[in-house]
């Protein structure tokens, strides 16, 4: 069993409504109850851990509106802790009742459940067996990415092609001073400077996924401001801010929003950067210092990982992948889980470039180019274009 708390620091960009009670107050109490929780749990003291669970369940649904909206997720990750308790306890009808609330409240993740030895005393359940069957057909994400299809990579595309801007761009030329980013990317060789910039990215910031943007969003100042008012961003600034390092270093670099089949409130935003070196694009995710390798060690892309997780090939993350520097990130929740969900729609800028993402009055909204696979093509918006050529969208900048 696990105690998922965090889910709400991992939401994407949301914004809290204000309301009477603050989102970090909220956040203090749920740090302090799933504590003791946790500390119950690990005794065996299952029902007081029962017990404290469903206090802070309580606790969410008495929150005024704006905010219970955006937290309600937890609630099914409460329950499918409850659920874990009552199996261990031999206490087979409650905890399929409890399973079945977390269904319900929007438990997902189908893989850990399999495994879960705590559930292992309800599994032969009809009811059990139904709701896992109903969590699979819509939330088994590896078979959802297999059931996608291919994409069209033959096909003649009219789209434009991906632009960097240039290191030598006067804007770029300040990041790359005040920053002082030789020194941060080192003398090593270029997949050394690239992990160096990413544990950098990593720690100069912290992530907060309920965070409200900042009105400007080049990395500048997005780190002053995250330092001036101790706070944290969500991962697509934090995305932003390794971008444009890259770019200012003379790499190639573009940051992606990861999409799942069907949006509900959450996606993630990572980065690719071009490694000359390995003549392809890899995977560097600044919000868990994270990057993915095969079993020789050897840095993937983003295709080569959405490939790998629907073939079942091995894959590897790196040993100091974390979120904050206080939470270990595993490949079982981040690769298996967090991105298979996150991998079935990619989306970024046509231009990577200086201050994209922030909004002035006549700056057009930057054009951007989604990646879908052939049996769900959608367009998104006016400035949106949808392809299912996957090689157009990992075409070699060096082209």
Not at 24 to 40: C, G, I, M, N, P
Not at 281 to 288: A, G, K, L, Q, S
Not at 357 to 373: N, R
Request: charged share 25%.
């Amino acid at each position: 069993m696990r105690t998922f708390v965090c889910i709400l620091l991992f939401i994407c960009g949301i914004s809290i409504a204000k309301a009477q009670i603050t989102m970090d107050e909220v956040k203090k109490y749920f740090t302090e109850q799933s504590h003791l929780a946790k500390q119950a749990r690990d005794a065996k003291d299952y029902k007081k851990a029962e017990e404290l669970d469903y206090a802070i369940i309580e606790k969410v649904i008495s929150y005024p509106e704006e905010i219970r909206k955006k937290i309600n997720p937890v609630i099914g990750v409460l329950y499918y802790n409850i659920a874990c308790y009552e199996s261990v306890m031999n206490k087979k009808k409650k905890a399929v009742e409890a399973f079945a609330k977390a269904a319900e409240n929007g438990w997902t993740n189908y893989k850990h459940a399999c495994k879960d030895a705590d559930l292992n005393n309800i599994r032969t359940n009809k009811k059990f067996i139904s709701l896992m069957e109903k969590i699979r057909i819509e939330n088994d994400f590896q078979s959802i990415l297999i059931q996608a299809g291919n994409y069209t990579n033959k096909t003649e595309t009219l789209l434009p092609k991906f632009t960097y801007l240039a290191p030598n761009d006067r804007n770029l030329v300040k990041i790359r001073e005040y920053f002082n980013l030789d020194s941060i990317a080192g003398s090593g060789n270029e997949i050394s400077k690239i992990k160096n910039l990413l544990h950098w990215a990593h720690n100069v910031v912290r992530h907060d996924g309920r965070s409200i943007n900042p009105r400007l969003k080049n990395a500048i100042d997005l780190v002053k401001i995250c330092r001036d008012e101790n706070r944290g961003i969500n991962c697509r600034m934090i995305a932003q801010i390794l971008n444009e390092c890259y770019l200012a270093m003379g790499f190639k670099s573009r940051y992606v929003t990861c999409l799942p089949k069907k949006y509900v409130d959450d996606c993630h935003v990572i980065n690719i950067v071009y490694s000359n070196i390995l003549d392809k694009w890899i995977w560097i995710d600044p919000t868990f210092n994270a990057y993915v390798t095969d079993e020789k060690g050897t840095m993937l892309g983003i295709a080569e990982v959405r490939e790998r997780l629907i073939n079942g090939a091995p894959l590897q993350i790196n040993e100091d992948a974390n979120w904050n520097n206080k939470k270990k990130e595993t490949k079982e929740h981040y690769l298996d889980y967090y991105m298979t969900k996150n991998l079935y729609r990619m989306e970024c800028v046509l231009h990577s470039e200086y201050n994209t993402e922030t909004q002035i009055e006549g700056k057009p909204s930057p054009a951007t180019i989604m990646l879908c696979p052939s049996s769900y093509l959608e367009i998104k918006d006016k400035q949106t274009e949808v392809t299912d050529n996957a090689e157009y969208f990992w075409q070699s900048p060096e082209n």
